[in-house]
């Protein structure tokens, strides 16, 4: 139950007996003299509800309900008027305060006008919190494209993590989409209007790789002409992505572990430290614990960049996901340049399906583009079918599934007419491949 109280009234008694009797019964009170000094420090989406005299200098109550609804509709306002002023509260009822009350009143009143406003403030954040989770699920739905069960979980643990202020180690395959999930990391948290900044740790020379994280003062080393700074620093506040982080040299292991567990940085070259406030998400494609067992990586610091870990799946683990973002990479390519992509064949599909796709998304992006482009020549030389005729006809199955299953949102019975299977069989078949219709049940 929210507890969140500002009081605004120029009398002092009036602000103490009001403090007084909300601080008995348990509430948290902010008082202010002056309208004006509300407005300054009302924090925003403030969680609670505002009373205020009507009669006061400089801004007066109707001038701040009116500032207060301009900032927030949606935030209760309790009028506290004298026996004159009772009109004109009940005007300013009409134009959204919540309540008022008349000079003098009861604690009692007082309490009973307040519940009854924090209830209707918690239903309204409640409300706000539940569309913006609906917003973000389908922003996320839109940027990591998939139906498979592992792509809707890695989504769910993308929104868990993404507001959490832990640092996060990706692994996948190459091509696997990992800076795109960190990416997500970063945009749906709240340091999304921060610096996101990626680095590739086996793209950078060992000797120049502690200027490049750290950054140098001028002339902290042959060639280095006035002060640099490092992507760290540039980072601060924001968050860091660092890719291959196996490749990373064990001497800057050591100093990144520094970085992690005292959030300061010293450039090259200076004795002065500098604080900086920092998310590290790492990426690797090996096991960073085999490589700290192999002597290449210090464990403590895997330790610390793997307080949460994401899997994300190769794409030969999650077939059904093929065809939604083939489409939707072919469909962008058209657009970028302006031609019209041809429809996919069966036997086209089949041979994206049988695929094992060692580049992952990156190379069915590749593959949508050459489709475009009139490249793949029927694919059959591009894709090369690496499963047995049995292991095609499944996975083109499943598919067919998901595509009745989507276009009939889960109505088992279209579904049935659309495929002409009797119901044993579908419930068979989609048991068999890990469908569950519910998943594709459109929700509001």
Not at 278 to 293: F, G, Q, V, W
Request: net charge negative.
């Amino acid at each position: 139950m929210l507890n969140s109280v500002i009081v605004v009234d120029d009398e002092a008694s009036i602000r103490a007996a009001v403090e007084q009797w909300l601080s008995l019964s348990g509430f948290e009170v902010q008082v202010f003299e002056r309208g004006d000094a509300c407005l300054a420090q009302l924090p925003a989406h403030f969680p609670g509800v505002v009373i205020s005299d009507v009669r006061m200098p400089g801004i007066d109550g109707l001038q701040l309900l009116e500032r207060l609804q301009q900032q927030d509709a949606d935030l209760p306002v309790i009028l506290l008027t004298g026996h004159g002023d009772v009109p004109m509260a009940v005007e300013a009822m009409r134009n959204g305060a919540y309540d008022f009350l008349e000079k003098p009143f009861t604690p009692q009143h007082l309490l009973g006008s307040l519940r009854r406003a924090l209830e209707k403030r918690q239903l309204v954040l409640e409300n706000r919190r539940l569309h913006e989770q609906a917003d973000l699920k389908s922003r996320l739905e839109a940027t990591l494209l998939g139906m498979s069960q592992g792509l809707q979980q890695l989504r769910r643990q993308v929104l868990e993590l993404a507001g959490l202020p832990v640092n996060v180690l990706i692994r996948g395959e190459t091509g696997s989409g990992k800076e795109r999930v960190a990416r997500c990391l970063h945009d749906f948290g709240p340091r999304a209007d921060k610096p996101f900044v990626a680095l590739n740790c086996a793209a950078i020379p060992e000797t120049l790789f502690e200027a490049e994280l750290f950054g140098h003062e001028s002339g902290a080393f042959t060639g280095a002409q006035g002060k640099r700074i490092g992507k760290l620093e540039y980072a601060n506040g924001g968050t860091v992505f660092l890719d291959e982080i196996e490749s990373m040299p064990l001497a800057q292991q050591a100093k990144l572990l520094r970085v992690i567990q005292e959030q300061k940085l010293e450039r090259l070259g200076a004795n002065q430290s500098i604080a900086i406030d920092l998310r590290i998400i790492a990426a690797t494609k090996p096991d960073l614990l085999e490589e700290a067992r192999a002597g290449r990586f210090r464990e403590d610091l895997a330790y610390r960049l793997n307080v949460a870990e994401l899997r994300l799946a190769p794409l030969r683990e999650r077939r059904e996901d093929i065809p939604l973002l083939f489409e939707h990479f072919a469909r962008h390519c058209a657009e970028r340049l302006g031609r019209s992509a041809a429809p996919l064949d069966g036997a086209h599909m089949a041979r994206l399906l049988a695929h094992d796709w060692p580049g992952n998304v990156r190379e069915l992006a590749n593959a949508a583009e050459r489709h475009v482009l009139g490249l793949d020549a029927g694919a059959s030389q591009a894709l090369p079918e690496s499963s047995s005729l049995g292991e095609q006809m499944e996975a083109f199955e499943a598919q067919c599934l998901r595509a009745a299953l989507r276009q009939h949102h889960g109505e088992i019975k279209a579904v049935m007419q659309s495929l002409q299977l009797p119901r044993r069989t579908l419930n068979e078949k989609m048991q068999r491949h890990g469908l569950v219709r519910e998943d594709f049940i459109e929700r509001e």
